[in-house]
């Protein structure tokens, strides 16, 4: 028996990595930090304010991103020598796997929505100096994208290649967010996270339930609560997209807040600009306006409205992405 045990778990050892073994390859900062926040804002003074600096993971690949792609890699790196994923000219998900892919030797294909080859973007100028395969879809082709017979034509196109969907959102994204969730080691009663995909906001939410189940936080306040801030006009929309990672019983308290998206996905206004600018210049805390600008924008929002019970303790997660505000020279001039 010992003799066939060893050679399979040694097979299991060579086919997977551990995130652990990947962070180190990737000189990933984990855990990431958890700081106070203490801003000047109304109604700042009645609560606890943290901030879980997901941004500081790695000057590259920042933020959710990594949470979302870290079990899968860990799963694939050792076998699979080919990616391609979707998204758009400035995706944080494409550069991250992008350079990871490029880190670690595999071949990388991006599917781009709508055609930048006249002036790549910035996101776009890194994928090519990491020697990825950058190739243009319409947006009529693009739409198609999780639709079963246009993946079967992928898979005929790239033999072998593992095809992960947009953002990097797929079920096994949920452990590596999951994990981050773990890193907090205080009682929490609220989280706050920006809602695209909806992948992150599930994670938040299976975490916080499975925490709570083994009484893993010695405190988990009755009032625990998983809040996202809707980045794109989504009412409805956003709850399914979430409500599909999930469990069909959650015990876990969610809610979507739609009113700080400021007119849609990339949308912004002089006031979240502003806002953007005051957390750089008064807590250098660099943000950008299309995630994490719109969740701190709703934190001082909310706070002013006094929407938090006093003496509640609140991470907001910082779920980086900063590579995606770069704007594009060619566009400047
Ligand atoms: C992709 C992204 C999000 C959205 O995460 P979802 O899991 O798609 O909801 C939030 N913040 C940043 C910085 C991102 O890049």
Redo the contacts with the bound molecule.
């Keep these: 028996m010992a003799g066939i045990t060893l050679p399979f778990s040694l097979l299991i050892a060579i086919a997977t990595m551990t995130t652990e073994h990947l962070q180190k390859q990737l000189g990933l900062s984990l855990p990431s930090p958890l700081e106070r926040f203490t801003p000047n804002w109304p109604g700042a003074e009645r609560v606890t304010l943290w901030v879980k600096r997901d941004d500081l993971i790695h000057p590259i690949i ?4 990594w949470r ?1 792609l870290s079990q899968l890699l860990a799963d694939n790196a050792a076998t699979t020598q080919h990616i391609v994923s979707f998204g758009g000219g400035f995706s ?2 494409l550069h991250a796997l992008g350079w990871c892919c490029h880190q670690l030797g595999i071949e990388f294909t991006a599917l781009i929505r709508g055609n930048y080859g006249a002036s790549p973007t910035p996101m776009l100028a890194d994928l090519s100096r990491w020697h990825a395969n950058i190739r243009y879809l319409t947006k009529l082709e693009y739409k198609q994208r999780d639709e079963p017979d246009f993946i079967a034509g992928l898979r005929k196109q790239y033999p072998g290649a593992l095809i992960v969907p947009e ?1 990097g ?1 797929q079920q096994d ?1 949920l452990a590596g967010v999951q994990s981050m969730l773990t890193e907090c080691q205080i009682p929490f009663d609220k989280i706050i ?9 599930a994670g938040l939410i299976n975490g916080a339930g499975i925490i709570d189940g083994a009484g893993m936080h010695s405190s988990v306040s009755a009032r625990q609560q998983v809040l ?1 801030i809707a ?1 794109l006009n989504g009412v409805g929309y956003l709850e399914n997209l979430v409500a599909r990672f999930l469990p069909a019983k959650s015990s876990c308290d969610w809610q979507i807040l739609h009113q700080y998206h400021h007119g849609g996905y990339a949308r912004t206004s002089p006031a979240l600009l502003t806002l953007c600018d005051e957390m750089q210049q008064e807590y250098e805390i660099p943000l ?1 306006p ?3 600008g719109k969740v701190f924008y709703a934190v001082k929002a909310l706070l002013a409205q006094g929407a938090f019970a006093a003496g509640e303790q609140i991470i907001i997660v910082h ?3 900063l590579q ?1 505000a770069r704007t594009d020279p060619d566009s400047r001039s």
Excluded: D, M, R
Aim: charged share 10%; hydrophobic share 25%; proline share 3%.
């Design positions: 920042s933020g959710n991103k979302k944080n998900h953002g959102s994204a996270t920006p809602v695209a995909s909806g992948a992150t906001l996202g980045v950008e299309v995630y994490s779920t980086g992405g995606g």
